[in-house]
């Protein structure tokens, strides 16, 4: 393999690698060091954060719900997806964001408004505030007729207890832009792709940092790597100066 292979070390650890990938990570891990020794931090870090899991880092009760009835007086619109219906036949640009406080968030959604005013996409920004908890702090109300990924227009964003998403949403409005806001189940790269399903978008701007994550984004497969194997749609990569990189 060319270079290390930090991006593949969870998926090897948690059995998640194709027989042919996990052969080769193996034979490289046999002849470098550096990847040996961050082997051992990921499989560390993994054990503590397993530990953590059984820790009740949040209560669902106390979160903002993440399903949403549409309020009788609000005309439907293309964006409502309650029913699972597309969003209509314009191009979709999907946007990582977060609560509005790190400035690698507030670029992106800075370089997702350039392309989707130049592509005359729609614009849904995705919310990954929820990944700030180690587990899912949702998982408790599974099976249990529980919450559910939501589209959120302006004023549902205000009303689901998510202000910084209703402030984001008007922004793009003042820009000219038709956005809306997802609120997923779930984290990381499977929950960014069955939005993209869903949506059926074309692309996903998400930030640069993402190219050389933490280690504990690296151990629970917050990895560019990931995202690129498992969303189905085109990535841009968006950097703090503004500058955007195509992901090939």
Do not use: K
């Not at 070390?9 to 550096?34: F, I, K, R, S, Y």
């Amino acid at each position: 393999m060319n270079g290390h292979v930090h991006d593949e070390l969870p998926a090897l650890l948690g059995g998640e690698l194709p027989p042919a990938v996990a052969a080769a990570v193996h034979a490289h891990l046999a002849g470098c060091d550096t990847c040996r020794v961050e082997l051992a931090a990921v499989a560390f870090a993994t054990g503590e954060l397993r530990s953590a899991a059984r820790l009740p880092f949040a209560v669902p009760a106390e979160l903002p719900p993440l399903r949403l009835e549409p309020p009788a007086e609000e005309t439907p619109g293309s964006l409502d997806l309650s029913a699972g219906q597309r969003i209509g036949p314009a191009a979709v640009v999907v946007a990582a964001t977060d609560d509005g406080l790190d400035p690698a968030y507030r670029a992106t959604r800075q370089a997702a408004f350039a392309v989707a005013a130049r592509d005359g996409a729609r614009l849904v920004l995705f919310d990954r505030s929820p990944e700030l908890y180690l587990v899912d702090p949702y998982e408790r109300a599974r099976g249990n007729g529980g919450p559910r990924s939501s589209l959120l227009s302006q004023r549902t964003a205000g009303r689901a207890g998510r202000p910084y998403l209703a402030d984001q949403l008007a922004e793009a409005r003042r820009l000219g832009l038709d956005g809306a806001a997802w609120v997923a189940r779930g984290h990381g790269p499977d929950a960014l792709a069955a939005a993209c399903e869903i949506l059926e978008a074309e692309r996903v701007v998400l930030p640069a940092t993402l190219a050389a994550p933490p280690l504990v984004d690296r151990v629970r497969g917050h990895t560019l790597a990931a995202f690129r194997r498992r969303v189905p749609a085109r990535i841009s990569l968006a950097d703090l100066d503004g500058t955007l990189a195509e992901v090939d």
